[in-house]
């Protein structure tokens, strides 16, 4: 599963067109929870991540952290109890990235562009929330990666040789509805993303494309005391048909990676390389919302199944490669506000743990090849304190304990790696008659622990493609992140504004440095330009 | 009243069916139809709003309290329709009563997403105007929800139509009620035999000479009908496709009938921006009025398409500009009447450029380029005489100017060559080694138009009556240097000593095509029993193909066409409809006038090492394969169906038989012709100078030759079912379902002898020794396809949101091609000089026909089925403030791919996904909203 890489967020070191560091932006960053309702969210995948620092409070242009079934745990089927305000906003913005402390699969340089809206409101017995993306990427500085996604929990992927710059449209819709029925409420929700990227100018170009439907059925219930308990069942499929061709004389040279064996590079001069990627996911979630303590928490557990096949070729051959995993998710989010509406306090603590199996048609004698289970346990809290009617400042603190066991049954090899990442994130607000002005800063350490491969016992094309990244993994970083608002207030509840960011990502001085281990740091500034209208959490 | 007045004439553009708004009859059974027009968000009235009866040409204004008044309202199911600038148009599907008055009210709303019971879908209750055979008529606001870059991607709409992707690329064309067969002869024919009208005029590919000689391949319209990508969605305000049996008004087809209606009318200002990964897309409509009693609209649309970015430079565009004035002169535009004479002047402008450049580096150098631009002038004027009649002048001139090249790197063999014109022996030279081949067709295809119509309102036999008669006229032509290649680098190279190249031809000297029309027309509307109606429209036409390019130069071919529609509802939500008629179709010029057939036989060919020393000697043989007798081709229809609901569901069930008698295809005819062969002398090397002949022949040997004749031909019958249902809202869902289905087989027969694959009758001319070939009867080609689509509508009117899911089920796909392939199937033989001999069925297996009894080849007789499939859709369209709206659309969202290349299945491929935005805004809201 894909997602758009959340470019405003000045936070989000993005490694835009990987798809990876996107994801971690959405789902372990506490800004991205105007989004965790999404039908589209990862289902029983955990993508490997570029230790980025997290996502500002963004005071001036999104609405305070929200705690629900539908926000939190992701049935729609809460919004028939959570939806009682409006809230639309929309977004354009432009962002540039580069540096060579990356992974072999992420681009050199993503220059990215982006319009985005979104919004919620009540509807007849319930409300409905939604929104839609459209993001132009263009990646440059050898982006080696096949596929769009190169570092999910799937090992299977592929690279090649020509680097070629790419240019990629991506676009997500999704929406949600929510409607009671006496102590009862109804959900929907539906999601789609599809994205089209080729190569500018390659003698072997390279295309890839694909879709990704979602679907979220939901349904809760009403009980005394305030007390909701819901059901949810999710389902997603995803297609993505990639190829890379050589209409002239030139070879096209093919690594097709798979967990840690030696990678054998395939040379295509005629025909070319195609593969085609077919996943089907599914959950089942239980969750509950009641009050305690002054406060409203949710609390949601989710089992999940993805299934992705692999085949080389455009027509309806058997697939040739397998992936199965099993995930678990559980969840407590909490939020109070203390001394009227001075102070917000908002908590969430998410567990996720995947298992999968790799498979290959071809060695089906051999059982499973390649077997992974990890873990990522995130916690963050959001404090927000109106000091004044015209000041306010937000604290954020997050701590990701990330575990990771990936072994590959036929090189005899793996990694088991353990990260900690602490990371705090700080804004103030001053809110004038008509102009507002915000600025903020956010630090984030990545502090691994564990084994890898030493890849000198390994060939070019593992240390090409595979070792750096485990590398860049297993070395210390710093990550920090600044942004600053301007905002204007218009007529009624519109407002519109403008912010400027910067982050930065570099390796920590450590007492040695790990073989191929990428060097130098990578850094990230955007620009976007919004509005948002009745927004009932910021004056 | 001055603005209100503006108004009316402004929005009689949008209706110009409605234009001059005829009462009906006295006596007729009819009643009123009052109410009121407010707008939606205000509750205000709103003043000079028209309101339409749909399928008639009636309708009244409203006046300062909103309210409107429709007299003599014909009793039964109705479906009204009121517009106004500045609004979307709302409909509203009635049961009118044979006399009293009906209320029906109307809210409009500034975005038609934000009004209830929009439909975006082909309208299952729609009319077309004027007709009573099975139509499909689509709406602005399903226009505008269907993902479509020109009039191919609306006409997805009708029942049967398989989806697209939308792009420029290829040629686009549109075959009504036809399967596919195993040859692209039988969708060429088909989408020749459909009918265009643009703004009331058609539009016309008969003088289209752009085809390619044999053997070169590049996209070109001139076999089929009108490349559709002139005409952009985004400019289209309401198609009707008349797909059962058209009114007598309608000639030149044998298909069906397509009706478009564009949107150059006083509307306000519209940018639309469409993008996607493969396309760019902008469009600015807008209309105004100017003055009291004249109205001037413009659209224009450019579109840019790189199908194959990434891979090769390939691009597509298309330019579209309309303007259009209209100008009233007497008479009062208001409820008491209209002008007395409406004169609407278009000019239409296009260009539609298709180019495939050569790709760097490419060693074939291969490129080919479809370049198209025309304009059109249209003139119509309506006379208002008196109450109850119009009369009705239209006259158009078109022209297009096409450019199309193709060229690639050949490489020949030593090959004797000659570019003579005339029969005759000359001598030749000799094409070898590698060469770029390019050739050239530069075409300007010229329609002269006219039309005068008559008609009026009547009432006879106690039914009302809309009658209209009127003549028809059309002169076609082409001009231009036509085909042509540098002849020391001819196109062809596999030449077999025999068949000639086809030789450079200017188009300037092609006759052209004239035709005349007669036609009358009644309409006849009559009540039964308590809420019954019946309606008959009942007309006759003659066409006429005149000899020679004239009005007055003879008649060449005729054809009357008796029409018949019958509509019987015995209560209003249930109706039974039958329609029988025939109707014709020109054939195209490059069919009447083909161009000369050439056989350079090669006498000598002597090639030797020294080129001073070569010798190529080769007789021009010119052979004329145009026919005649080649006249119209003639197609029966006959129709019946039920329609069952009511404005809120429907359910219709058509079936149909269609047969075109006499469609245009070639008839391979034989012939011979000598070849003499030559003893050389001063034939050694060195001699630096060519052999001399020595006269006469020392053998004179006979060729058989075909000539590939036009000739009317083929026959193709059709038959099949088309369902639509059309569910109610499930209104908590807010969620409207409907299906459509098609099941059509198609059989296409050429009449006339086949003589096997080209080597097999090449082997014959080759072999002196072989006395004769065999030949067998042509092969009976069939397509049976079975397409279902399933739309739901999710339409919330307080978000301004529509999504719609479409998903379409490929039921069945099979060809077949029905052929003896025994060896006792040949029918007969041919001889070396081009006598045709049947062989009787029992004789065939006698020992002297034992040479006759070969595998026949060139005939492909295995059944070839598609497996079930589907593929799906998706549009979100949400409105914006200030009038605008956004919407997402994707083709094929899970990427599905079908069936492309797997053992004994016919391959039926599925674009790849395709997905994209369109903003569109009001330009004028928006200023409205910043001014101070």
């Known amino acids: 599963m894909r997602w758009l890489a959340p470019i405003i967020t000045a936070g989000s070191l993005v490694a835009a067109g990987s798809g990876a560091g996107t994801v971690a932006a959405q789902t372990m960053e506490p800004g991205s929870w105007m989004r ?67 992974r072999p699969l992420d681009p ?162 005629t025909g070319g390389y195609n593969r085609r990627i077919e996943g089907d996911a599914y959950a089942f979630g239980l969750s509950a919302s009641f009050r305690a303590l002054d406060a409203r928490w949710v609390a949601w557990g989710e089992v999940s199944e993805r299934r992705e096949r692999q085949s080389s070729q ?49 060695l089906e004698e051999e059982g ?78 990545h502090t691994p622990s564990g084994g890898i491969p030493d890849p000198t016992g390994f060939n070019a094309g593992y240390q090409r493609f595979v070792a750096p990244e485990l590398a860049l993994e297993s070395t210390p970083t710093l990550s920090h992140s600044t942004a600053l608002t301007l905002r204007w207030a218009m007529r009624g509840q519109t407002r519109l504004w403008i912010q400027t960011g910067f982050a930065a990502l570099a390796p920590r001085h450590a007492p040695y440095t790990l073989p191929l281990q990428p060097d130098g740091r990578r850094s990230r500034w955007s620009i976007a330009v919004g509005s948002t209208r009745a927004n009932p959490f910021t004056p | 009243v001055h603005r209100a007045r503006s108004s009316v004439l402004m929005l009689l553009l949008v209706a110009p069916g409605a234009a001059p708004l005829i009462a009906q009859a006295p006596g007729a059974p009819e009643a009123m139809v009052v109410g009121r027009v407010a707008d939606a968000e205000t509750g205000e009235p709103v003043v000079g709003a028209l309101v339409v009866v749909e399928g008639h040409e009636l309708g009244a204004l409203t006046d300062s309290q909103g309210s409107y008044r429709l007299a003599r309202v014909p009793a039964g199911p109705q479906v009204l329709r009121a517009e106004r600038i500045g609004y979307a148009p709302v409909r509203a599907p009635v049961t009118v009563p044979t006399r009293g008055t009906l209320r029906q009210d109307f809210s409009l709303s500034r975005s038609a997403l934000r009004i209830e019971g929009i439909v975006v879908t082909a309208d299952p209750m729609g009319r077309a105007r004027g007709e009573l055979g099975t139509a499909s008529v689509v709406g602005r606001e399903a226009i505008a929800n269907q993902v479509a870059t020109s009039l191919a991607g609306v006409l997805e709409l009708v029942p049967g139509m398989p989806m697209s992707a939308p792009g420029l ?89 397509i009706v478009v209606e564009t949107r150059t009318a006083a509307i306000d200002p519209e940018l639309a921006v469409r993008f996607d990964p493969r396309m760019a897309n902008t469009a600015v409509v807008a209309g105004r009025a100017l003055g009291a009693a004249h109205t001037g609209a413009v659209s224009f649309d450019a579109a840019r398409h790189r199908p194959n970015a990434g891979l090769r430079d390939d691009e597509a ?186 030789r450079p031809r200017s188009y300037d000297a092609v006759p052209a095509l004239a035709s005349t029309a007669l036609y009358v027309d009644d309409r006849a509307t009559r009540p039964f029993g308590r809420e019954g109606m019946a309606q008959i429209q009942a007309g006759l036409r003659l066409d006429i193909l005149h000899t020679g390019g004239s009005w007055f130069s003879g008649v060449r071919d005729q054809a009357l066409q008796p029409r018949l529609n019958v509509e019987v509802a015995p209560v209003p939500s249930l109706r039974f409809r039958g329609g ?48 005649a007798a080649l006249g119209l081709a003639m197609a029966d229809k006959a129709e019946a169906g039920v329609e069952v609901g009511s404005g809120e569901w429907a359910v219709t069930l058509v079936g149909f038989m269609e047969r075109v008698n006499g469609a245009f295809g070639t008839r391979p005819e034989p012939g011979w012709v000598p070849r003499d062969r030559f003893d050389l002398e001063n034939d050694a090397p060195g001699t630096g100078e060519p052999p001399r002949i020595v006269e006469p022949p020392v053998r004179t040997d006979t060729i058989p030759v075909l000539v590939a004749r036009p000739d009317n031909n083929v026959r193709l019958d059709t038959r099949g079912v088309e369902a639509t249902a059309f569910l109610p809202e499930i209104r908590p869902l807010r969620t409207r379902v409907q299906v459509q289905a098609a099941w059509i087989e198609t059989e296409q027969e050429r009449g006339g002898p086949d003589f096997g694959g080209v080597s097999q009758f090449r082997d014959f001319q080759l072999s002196q020794g072989q006395a004769r070939a065999p030949y067998w009867e042509s092969p009976f080609r069939s397509g049976r396809r079975a397409l279902a689509t399933y739309r739901v509508v999710h339409h919330q009117p307080t978000l301004g949101l529509v999504i719609t899911g479409t998903v379409q089920h490929n039921l069945l796909d099979r060809v077949w091609d029905r052929a003896a392939t025994d060896t ?109």
């Not at chain 1, 999704?174 to 994205?195: K, N, S």
């Not at chain 1, 009617?389 to 088991?416: H, K």
């Not at chain 2, 935005?917 to 928006?926: D, K």
């Open chain 2, 824 to 932: 006792l199937a040949f029918a007969g033989y041919v001889t070396r000089e081009g006598d045709m001999i049947p062989v009787a069925p029992d004789a065939r297996g006698n020992p002297e026909f034992q040479d006759l009894r070969r595998p026949r080849t060139g005939a492909f007789t295995e059944l070839r089925t598609t497996p079930a499939d589907w593929i799906m859709g998706l549009q979100v369209r949400k409105s914006l403030p200030l009038n605008g709206h956004f919407s997402f659309w994707a083709f094929n969202l899970m990427d599905r791919r079908g069936y492309v290349l797997e053992p004994n299945v016919h391959p039926r491929p599925y674009p790849r996904t395709r997905f994209g935005l369109e903003l569109v805004i009001a330009p004028a809201t928006l200023l409205e909203a910043v001014r101070p």
């Open chain 1, 108 to 269: 050199g340089e993503v220059h990215s562009g982006m319009l985005a809206g979104s919004g919620w409101r009540p509807l007849g017995p319930g409300a409905v929330s939604g929104g839609v993306a459209l993001q132009r990427t263009g990646l440059g500085g050898d982006a080696f990666a096949n596929a769009r996604t190169p570092y999910r929990s799937s090992p299977h992927t592929s690279a090649d040789t020509s680097g070629a710059d790419m240019v990629e449209l991506v676009t997500r819709v999704e929406g949600a509805g929510g409607w009671r029925v006496g102590g009862w409420g109804l959900g929907l929700a539906i999601g789609y993303e599809t994205f089209d990227g080729r190569t500018d100018v390659s003698p072997t170009p390279r295309f890839r494309r694909g879709g990704a439907p979602a679907a979220t059925v939901g349904v809760v219930r009403a009980l005394s005391a305030g007390v909701v308990v819901g059901a949810h069942a999710r389902i997603q499929g995803d297609v993505e048909t990639l190829s890379v061709s050589s209409p002239r004389t030139d070879v096209a040279r093919v690594y097709p990676l798979e967990g840690y064996t030696n990678p054998v590079g395939v040379d295509y001069s």
């Open chain 2, 317 to 502: 565009y298309r330019l579209s500009l309309q303007l259009m004035h209209r100008g009233t002169w007497g008479g009062a535009a208001g409820e008491e009447g209209t002008p007395r004479l409406v004169l609407d002047t278009r000019v239409d402008a296009f260009r539609v450029l298709d180019d495939r450049p050569v790709i760097p580096d490419d060693v074939t150098a291969f490129a080919t380029s479809i370049r198209d631009q025309g304009f059109r002038l249209s003139e119509r004027a309506r006379l208002r005489l008196g109450e109850d009649a119009r009369l009705q002048l239209t006259a158009s001139l078109d022209m297009t100017r096409q450019r199309s090249f193709w060229q690639t790197m050949r490489t020949s063999a030593a090959t004797p060559f000659t570019d003579r014109l005339t029969e005759g022996r000359s001598t030749g030279h000799f094409i070898a080694g590698p060469y770029l081949a390019r050739i050239e067709v530069d075409g300007e295809p010229w329609m002269g138009y006219g039309r005068l119509e008559y008609e009026t309102s009547l009432r006879w036999l106690g039914a009302s009556h809309a009658l209209r008669t009127g003549v028809e006229a059309r002169r076609e032509w082409n001009s231009g240097p036509g085909y042509r290649f540098a002849m020391e680098a001819p196109p062809q190279i596999s030449f077999d000593g025999i068949a000639g190249f086809d």
């Open chain 1, 314 to 362: 455009f027509l309806s051959d058997p697939p040739s490669d397998d992936w199965r995993t099993s995930g678990t998710t559980a969840g407590v989010a909490a939020a109070r506000p203390i001394a009227g509406d001075r102070w917000l306090v908002v908590a969430n603590v998410t567990w996720t743990r995947v298992t999968g199996e790799a498979t290959r048609v071809a």
């Open chain 1, 36 to 102: 965790d309702w999404s039908p589209l969210a990862p289902v029983a995948d955990l993508p490997r991540t570029m230790p980025v620092a997290p996502a500002l409070p963004a005071l001036l242009t999104a609405p305070a952290p929200r705690v629900g079934l539908h926000w939190s745990a992701g049935n729609p089927a809460g919004l028939a109890f959570e939806g009682a305000d409006e809230w639309g906003d929309f977004t354009m913005g432009y962002a540039s990235e580069a540096g060579d402390f990356r």
């Open chain 1, 368 to 445: 499973v090849l390649f077997e992974a289970t990890e873990a990522a346990l995130v916690g963050w809290g959001d404090v927000r304190w109106t000091v004044a009617p015209e000041w306010r400042v937000a604290l954020r603190g997050l701590v990701e304990r990330q575990d990771r066991r990936r072994w590959d049954l036929v090189a005899g090899t793996g990694i088991d790696l353990s990260v900690w990442r602490p990371a705090f994130a700080a804004e103030g607000a001053w809110t004038g008659e008509r102009l507002s002005l915000a600025l903020g800063t956010g630090v984030a350490w």
């Open chain 2, 580 to 627: 029988w008629g025939r109707t014709a179709k020109l054939p195209s010029m490059g069919r009447l006038h083909p161009p000369p057939v050439y056989f350079d036989v090669v006498n000598v060919n002597w090639f030797a090492d020294d080129p001073a020393e070569r010798l190529a000697l080769l007789t021009t043989f010119v052979r004329d394969p145009s026919n």
């Open chain 2, 169 to 257: 690329e290829g040629v686009q064309q549109v075959s009504l009620r036809a399967a596919p067969t195993t040859v692209t002869e039988t969708g060429e024919l088909a989408a020749f035999g459909t009918l265009i009208i643009l703004d009331g005029v058609p539009l016309s590919n008969n003088a289209n000479l752009q085809s390619p000689p044999a053997g070169i391949q590049f996209a070109t319209a001139a076999r089929g009908g009108i490349d559709l990508r002139r005409i952009p969605a985004s400019t289209i305000e309401r198609v009707e496709v008349i797909r059962g049996v058209p009114s007598a008004r309608f000639g030149d087809l044998t298909q069906g009938a």
